[in-house]
């Protein structure tokens, strides 16, 4: 089973939860939190340069939407909308970074593992070896994302960590499903070969991506 469950509510749901957003109806934006808070936090995690920053995006992403929501007429699903506007936060704050703390101390690993939204990611039934070794490869895919071209790092990031279609893809990066295709192809070729020179060639396929 994945580590990254699909929250995605009925089409039916969907359109229901949108239309109580766009009446600012009670409940509804709770309901919209409950949904995808975990999911675009995960999503936006894996995106940044620093980790840390996170939480301030995610909860931008949600502001954004509770300001936009009003505005949005249905191009695209409500799921693939939101996931839209959480790209384009994080590639706000990648730019962000690169501009003002680059010279800064990096965040370390083990204070990453103990953020309460990577607990859900750890088997209480793994052994503490275990527990090390996935952590370890863990870092070193976050590594390898992050060096990666940013259009390739959100490609597979979407496909292999969301789960979004192919078409979902597309309309998330606004691009041809040809260009999502050879993005999430070349993001592969491009994480394998950085995973190669460091994991053992015992490790899992880390094109998988469960890394946190």
């Known amino acids: 089973m994945s580590l990254t469950e699909t929250l995605t509510p009925p089409e039916t749901g969907e359109a229901d939860l949108l239309a109580r957003l766009q009446s600012r ?23 940044l340069e620093d980790p840390s920053e996170a939480p301030d995006v995610t909860q931008e992403v949600f502001i954004k939407v509770f300001r936009k929501v009003g505005d949005f007429r249905g191009e695209c699903s409500l799921k693939t909308w939101l996931y839209r506007i959480a790209s384009r936060e994080a590639s706000n704050s990648r730019r962000w970074f690169r501009r003002h703390r680059r010279l800064e101390t990096g965040v370390d690993i083990a204070e990453e593992s103990q953020n309460g939204h990577l607990d859900v990611f750890i088997d209480p039934g793994d052994s503490p070896f275990e527990l090390t070794y996935q952590q370890e490869q863990r870092a070193l895919i976050r590594a390898a994302l992050r060096e990666m071209d940013a259009r390739l790092r959100l490609a597979l990031v979407l496909r292999h960590s969301e789960e979004l279609s192919y078409n979902e893809i597309a309309d998330v990066m606004q691009v041809s499903l040809g260009t999502v295709k050879s993005r999430i192809l070349r993001g592969r070729e491009a994480l394998r070969a950085a995973l190669g020179r460091q994991l053992p060639a015992e490790a899992p396929d880390a094109c998988a991506l469960q890394t946190e």
């Open 25 to 47: 109806r009670p409940g509804a934006f709770e309901d919209l939190l409950e949904l995808y808070e975990k999911p675009l936090y995960r999503f936006v995690y894996r995106l």
